[in-house]
């Protein structure tokens, strides 16, 4: 039953978002019994370097 809410969840946000000028939040999953919300990690974010490697290596493959 959790799986179903939650793909009712995201296909209620999918249609808010597109028919929306405001920023939708993404919907949390509902919680399953016995099972503990995960930590969340800090997301790494690239250097400008990084970046600006990346992107002229993308562009050097045109």
Do not use: C, I, Y
């Not at 039953?1 to 946000?13: G, I, P, R």
């Not at 016995?34 to 045109?62: D, I, Y």
Request: charged fraction near 25%; glycine fraction near 2%; proline fraction near 11%.
């Amino acid at each position: 039953m959790a799986k179903v809410s939650d793909a009712l969840e995201v296909a209620n946000w999918m249609f808010l978002r597109a028919n929306s000028d405001e920023e939708v939040p993404f919907p949390e999953p509902v919680p399953r019994p016995g099972q503990e919300k995960p930590e969340e990690k800090p997301k790494k974010m690239a250097s400008t370097v990084e970046l600006s490697s990346f992107l002229n290596h993308l562009n050097s493959q045109l």
